[in-house]
């Protein structure tokens, strides 16, 4: 157990730190980094008010909250970077018509800036806003007229656009699948001459966008990319209602009633050709980070996609292994965004990419390279002078084995120069490397002293 009496929720990862509301009061922000003493208050809010929701845009956390009893009372967004400074309140907002669900919510990160629903109490609008973390630039994009409740929903982010569900305009029978650049002028119902609405639901698969929406009172599954030609019906049920969506195996599963039957399940393969990314892992003998003329392919290493993003071999990521010249293949990929890791073998230490790890976006029956991976047999690699110097002048910084992160956490920092301290002298043995110090300032004075 890391630390009593703390009940999380809402658990996100951002910057290596893990970030949680605590249930108990639902009134504090928590980070942690595994330990007791890493396990520390981030900011709360008074009593009577309530977190609601956490996102990260960047190593930026964004979070809600909201006072706590009906009718009056505001909602609020704050954002903290988690340096113990506490949090900056961005703006606050009387609570709307339906205050259970006046948000803000549905936060989304796009090019660096949080977007998100709010229903504004004071103005009477449902809208979609943006912050880039100021209270300034945290302002309204789009409003749509709150006669009912909350008509923004099911925003998301695809490459450099959102969509969401909200009431259509004027000739929609009720709800639209609109997009935005994040601009007011850059905000408008996709393929608005198909005229389909009600819009139900919205989903990101495949590398594209899938949408349940009638259009003449008919039911259909549609998948767009944004344009009016690229927006297209993949199923047409003959009846009425059509909900919500979901993805699997290569396949859009939604529900629907057709007039004939309940309210059922529907399949329909997504249309896109498989996709590859292929790389290389070198023996980088002169662990520089490069692959130099001479350095060879490393055969049979696992390499894996991370799909999860928990820098891990799951059961679920796929992996793969590199072929006798050192490449590594991964085929049959649908659309989408990928981060691919290798498995070091025993006995070597990663010197490339940074970050050890690369991610990479494929579309339909796409090529793309992924990361080439260097690795050195640390047997081979003396903690010497030279090393210390080099650890030393990449110190703060981002590394590999090859700059001086010996204990391959991604930065080159203090961590790393104790293990030298304490090696000093010897070429790292495999597993020896240790990750923590406990006794590092006689460690490093006898290092210091031996020169
Ligand atoms: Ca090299
Ligand atoms: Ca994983
Ligand atoms: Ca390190």
Known sequence: MVKDNLLPADMMVVGGQLYFFDVNSYQALWKCDGTAAGTVLVADVPAGTQLRQLAAVGNQVFFTSEDLGSGAGYERLWRTDGTGTGAVLLHSWQK???????????LVAMNGNLYFRVDDGATNTDGLWKSDGTAAGTVPVFTLP?????????????????????????????????????????????????TI???ASLLTAYGAIFFTGEQNSVGKLWQTDGTDAGTVALADTGGAGVYDLGAVNGSILFDAFDGAHGVEPWAVPADYAPAT???????????????DPGEGGLAGITVFLDLNGDGRLDAADPTTRTDAGGTYTFTGLPPGTYTIRQVVPSGYAATAPLGYSGTVTVSSGQLVAGPDFGNVQTSTVPLDFTYLVTLARNYSRPGTFAT????????????????????????????????????????????????
């Not at 709307?96 to 549905?106: A, H, I, K």
């Open 277 to 291: 990314i292929a790389g290389s892992i070198f023996d980088d003998a002169n662990h520089n980070g490069a692959r």
């Open 96 to 106: 709307g018509m339906d205050v259970e669900t006046s948000g803000p919510d549905n």
């Open 146 to 194: 709150a006669q009912y409740r909350s008509f923004i929903s099911h925003l998301t982010a695809m490459g450099n656009e959102l969509y969401f569900i909200g009431i259509g305009p004027s000739g929609f029978p009720w709800t639209a699948l609109w997009k935005s650049d994040g601009t007011t002028v850059g905000t408008s119902v996709v393929a608005p001459g198909e």
């Open 197 to 199: 609405s009600p819009v």
């Open 404 to 451: 001086g992160d010996l204990n391959g956490d991604g930065v080159v920092d203090f961590d790393d120069l104790v293990i030298l301290a304490r090696s000093y002298g010897h070429r790292p043995s495999s597993g020896s490397i240790a990750t923590t110090a406990n006794s590092l300032l006689p460690a490093f004075r006898k290092a210091a002293h031996r020169r």
